[in-house]
Every structure is written in structure tokens, then in C-alpha cells.
């Protein structure tokens, strides 16, 4: 009976995780937010000489920016200058609120590889003012991402390659290793103000090397041997 009972109960965890990775897998569709977090990288901090932050700097994205492989990055014509910043990006598996640092990894489904594209001529300005990044950050197609990697594929998501370039010249070439707030402090900093629900998407900031790129470009970019995109850039 106690075998028994034990191999239900494992079987069960199985299944659940299943459900969950599978349910996770279609995150474009099903999630309701994207959080993200600037200035997290240490060699940004450095190359730009600017303190170092003691909190994550957090934003939000709507889910309407995602772009699949397959479809092309558009330029608003409101804007002059765009950038490329490429990006780890974590999937929350199931409803968090107030979690420590020390449980926040059990929240995680799974990542993406995925780009923030930011209108530096939009953002440039608000930041100095002290207004919202919203339409610098939240514009159409400004959330390429890759399909979803099952969190038992990624065995260590603070030690991962992150690449990017433009019509095959390197511009961006780090390493999750150097995050600054690590997977574990985002979730549970921001779980303090935001439920954060399954599907959501965490993107953990960029390396080093963001650049302004235009219409015509080609981009790609990698992470690990996890997953790699190609995207046509076009003018609206």
C-alpha cells in the first residue's frame, strides 16, 4: 500500500509538471504581462559609469509586442532611433505573491531567448524627464522571442552564452553571469508589489553592446546552444 501510495503521489508530480511546462509552452497566447528589468548587467554599469543600481529597475511591456520567428521586426514611423537588446527571458509557471529569494526558482516554468527593443529616441527624453518608458518600450513587435525551453533543459540559467548580431557582424556577445539581480531576486522583488501569473514573462535585461539597427537589417541572435532567431527589420 505505501509503495503504492508513493508511486501515485510521484506520478501525479509528473503529470503535474507536464501540464504545467505544456501550459507554459504557449505563453505568447496565455500570459498577461511582461516585466522588465534595466540596467542589470554589470559591464553596462561599467561602460556607461553609473551607479550601481540596489534595486531591479522594473517596467512593463504589453503582451500585444510579442513577435514569433517568421514575421518581420516593424519601426514605428514615430520613431528615429530603435535598438536591438538581447535577452534571457523566464516564464512563470504558476501564481506567485511575496515569495522569498530562496523558493522563487519552484515559480519558474521554463525561458526564452528573447530581444527588448527599445526607442532610445523616445526613452532617451521620458528617462530624463522622469516619465513613463511605456511607448518606448511597449511598441509593436518590440518583444521578439523564441519558442519555449522547458526549465529541465536550462541546468544552470546564470550561466548562459547570449549573442546578437546585425547582418552578421557581432554586437553583442555576454553572459547571464553577469546579471547584477539574479532569476531568484527579480521574481521575489517583484512579487512584493505584483502577483506575478503563469505565462508572465521576466526579461532579465542586456548585455553590453545595444545599438541603434534600421530597416533592411537582418538580426540574429543566440543562447547557448538553446535557441538562435533571424528577424527581417522593415520601416512601417
Not at 513577435?67 to 514615430?78: A, C, H, N, R, S
Not at 519558474?108 to 523616445?122: F, K, P, S
Not at 531576486?185 to 503563469?198: F, G, N, P, Q
Request: hydrophobic letters at 40%; glycine letters at 6%.
Amino acid at each position: 500500500y505505501t509503495f503504492f501510495f508513493k508511486f501515485t503521489v510521484q506520478l501525479t508530480q509528473i503529470l503535474r509538471m507536464a501540464c504545467q511546462n505544456q501550459n507554459a509552452a504557449n505563453f505568447l497566447s496565455n500570459g498577461k504581462k511582461i516585466v522588465g528589468v534595466a540596467l542589470n548587467y554589470m559591464d553596462v554599469v561599467l561602460a556607461r559609469n553609473v551607479p550601481v543600481p540596489k534595486e531591479p529597475l522594473v517596467f512593463l511591456k504589453p503582451t500585444s509586442s510579442y513577435l514569433q520567428e517568421g514575421q518581420p521586426i516593424v519601426l514605428p514611423k514615430v520613431f528615429t532611433k530603435v535598438a536591438y537588446e538581447v535577452e534571457l527571458g523566464v516564464v512563470i509557471g504558476k501564481p506567485c505573491k511575496n515569495v522569498s529569494k530562496a523558493d522563487a526558482m519552484s515559480y519558474v516554468a521554463g525561458y526564452c531567448l528573447a530581444l527588448d527593443l527599445t526607442a532610445q529616441c523616445n526613452l532617451g527624453p521620458a528617462r530624463a524627464a522622469g516619465h513613463p518608458w511605456t511607448l518606448g518600450k511597449g511598441f509593436d513587435t518590440s518583444t521578439p522571442v523564441s519558442q519555449f525551453i522547458p526549465i529541465e533543459k536550462v541546468t544552470d540559467p546564470h550561466n548562459l552564452p547570449l549573442w546578437l548580431t546585425v547582418n552578421g557582424d557581432l554586437k553583442q556577445n555576454g553572459c547571464t553571469a553577469d546579471l547584477i539581480f539574479k532569476v531568484p531576486d527579480i521574481i521575489s522583488y517583484v512579487s512584493k508589489y505584483m502577483t506575478l501569473e503563469a505565462n508572465d514573462l521576466i526579461l532579465t535585461g542586456t548585455p553590453n553592446g545595444a545599438d541603434a539597427f534600421k530597416a533592411g537589417d537582418v538580426i540574429q541572435c543566440g543562447m547557448a546552444d538553446l535557441a538562435k532567431l533571424t528577424f527581417q527589420v522593415e520601416a512601417e
